[in-house]
């Protein structure tokens, strides 16, 4: 068994006693197969017993399955599919379970749709048939989309929603918090950090912690960082007015730099540039495999930022009203002089 210095929290409805620091599996893929396997090996022998992964995080999965199917009886596993189709999920279902090496997927994701497949939409219908195989036990779903999470959260649909949540989230994104506990929803927060935006995860974590149905899915890629949290969870910080006056703060200068990638503008750019992958692309190079953000198609897709004509409505159609054009020269200059550093294209 793993340590017990994490102290557990109850997920919504789903019943799993589950670690209020909790392990996000995106940034491994940066790590080599030893590396990965022993960072979560030292976080479950730390406490945790929550690790979030997908299948679209390249090898994420197989590396929780070298490291952690010896112990599966006593973690929590949750993993996305990206797919619409119920072919496709079941495809990626059986991908998952072998890489992860396992035979159920706690809780299974349906990855940012921007839809609400419901009951009557086949990507339900097979997870619901997963389900009743035994192969998951809870149908879940993740959003970038405040407008689509609130809507999503109240259908009993899913058990869980894994949202954005972070020290520069607003009153309105942490509202969520309180719509999930009226419907007995399992809270995870994704990117506690803003993919790396944020440097220092006091602030966050006891944000979040104060919610008391929040489980922060922290991205961790390196062994201090993961002591880092353990530290924290050792004496959880308390929110208090300086810590506030520093989150005030930290919205005021960073939170027009964070782009939590709903995609609401992208079907209205002119352009045709994918902005909620080219305003993130400085957080996708840090944060996950940079060489699946380097290939020709990624380069030619950034090149497109260059069309952009500052028509503006990109920003009208921005739910955290970002200055979006601003944020994707930044996000482009920033690209370019990767590419230059390391010699690419």
Known sequence: MGGNAVEKIRLGRTGLMVTRSSFGALPIQRLDMEGAKKLLRAAYDAGINFFDTARAYTDS????GEALSDVRKDIVISSKTMSKTAAGLDKDLETSLRYLKT?????YQFHNPQFIPDEGHELYQAAKKAKEAGKIRFISVTNHALKRAKEMVPTGLFDTMQFPLSALSGEDELELSALCRQHDVGLIAMKGLCGGLITDPTASFALLRSYGNIVPIWGIQKLEELEQFIQLEKKPPVLDDVM?????????????SF???????????????TINVAARMSLFLKRTNPALMTTPEQR???DKVKDCIDCGICRTHCPYNLDTPVLLRREYAYYQQYLKENNIG
């Open 244 to 256: 506030r006056e520093g989150i005030e703060r930290d919205r005021r200068e960073l939170g027009s």
């Open 103 to 107: 035979d159920y997927i706690d809780i």
């Open 259 to 273: 782009c939590r990638g709903c995609g609401y503008c992208v079907p209205t750019c002119p352009a045709k540039i």
């Open 61 to 64: 999965e197989e590396k929780i």
């Open 300 to 302: 030619a897709g950034m």
